[in-house]
């Protein structure tokens, strides 16, 4: 068996704050991050330190070509501290841009290190664990928070301060760190979120949060400036009679919309009801839906998608069926 050796990938986040004179803010480095995980193979190289919300496409980016570097150097496994706000997203970013021949794993914490219970330190040894097991790397990138792993394309972050912060609404974990092993209960999807083509981030994708009885003008506003749009409908992405014209406008005009859900457990339905701004008559318009996608993944796929030449179709394919990408 070959010798383990794991990199830990500093970004910043709650998980390496330090009292300041206005708060907690990222200042602790990823060696002394991986001082406390008590492994003997370990290296620690820091990304950038920032909050999460800080971190976007361009940050994705880098990390992944990060990653690629430590794979290329022979690291088993990778372990990526990240702020928890975005690590959602992150992750999903790096399954659509890292072919994941290693365990790629990303952790964080919900409490500050010098506050009474700060989880840190447990979810690091339970990234470690994780990222030591060979067979994650078949579940691409994964999300390790209080002794849960989940995956990519379904994690979200559920509250705003619990350390039970995290949760897959659509499946639920896909293993837990039980005595520090990984104990997987569900099997890898049948198929990887990772693009046939990748490249840096070129295109400008915009999120547009659809409400009850919307206009249109966020719609018409934003298609006028983007390549792309991300509509957040209401229950299986099912948005306005005015802002479905304005969605077919931006059609017309070539720019690639999607639709999702603002649900928690965002499925977007593809037949079930009919008449103006339905998901019937939204895909008969030439909308793609993101299938089981929250918003802010979609737009993600969508943009990086874009970036390297592929096309909705290509991204978000109408007839596809099974597993998670």
């Known amino acids: 068996m070959a010798e383990q050796m794991l990199t830990l990938l500093g970004t910043g986040g ?28 370990i290296r620690a190289k820091d990304v950038f330190t920032r909050s999460s919300r ?13 990653i690629e570097d430590e794979i290329r150097a022979g690291a088993t496994g990778v372990v990526v501290t990240h702020g928890t706000d975005t690590i959602e997203e992150t992750a999903y970013a790096l399954a659509l841009l890292v072919d994941p021949v290693i365990p790629i794993v990303l952790t964080g914490a919900m409490r500050s290190p010098h506050m009474p219970g700060a989880d840190g330190p447990a979810n ?15 579940y691409g990138p994964v999300v390790v928070m209080h002794d849960e792993i989940h995956l990519a394309s379904l994690v979200t972050k559920g509250h705003g301060a619990s350390v039970s912060a ?10 837990r760190i039980v005595e520090n092993e990984p104990l997987l209960l569900l099997g890898p999807p049948r198929r990887s ?20 009885g919307d206009d249109g003008l966020a ?7 983007s390549d792309g749009l991300v509509l ?91 597993a998670a990408r």
């Open 14 to 41: 709650t998980i390496s704050t330090l009292p300041g004179a206005d708060g907690a803010i990222p200042r602790m480095t990823a060696n002394e991050l991986a001082g406390s995980l008590g492994v003997d193979r």
């Open 54 to 66: 800080e971190i976007g496409p361009e940050e994705a980016w880098i990390m992944a070509s990060a």
């Open 124 to 138: 690091l040894r339970a990234a470690a664990c994780a990222a030591s097991c060979a067979e994650v790397a078949d």
């Open 166 to 175: 995290f949760g897959s609404p659509a499946a639920g974990p896909v293993g």
């Open 193 to 212: 979120a990772l693009l046939s083509r990748r490249t840096a981030p070129t295109k400008r994708v915009e999120i547009v949060n659809v409400c009850g």
């Open 219 to 225: 719609v018409d506003s934003a298609a006028e400036r």
């Open 232 to 322: 957040a409908g209401t229950g299986a992405g099912h948005i306005s009679a005015a802002a479905a014209v304005a969605a077919e406008r931006a059609v017309a005009a070539g720019v690639p919309v999607v639709f999702a859900s603002r649900c928690a457990d965002g499925l977007t339905l593809a037949g079930t009801y009919g008449g103006a701004g339905s998901e019937t008559e939204l895909l008969r318009a030439g909308l793609v839906r993101s299938r089981f996608l929250n918003p802010a993944k979609a737009r993600l796929r969508l943009l990086f998608g874009l970036s390297a030449g592929l096309g909705p179709d290509e991204l978000f394919p109408s007839t596809e069926k099974g």
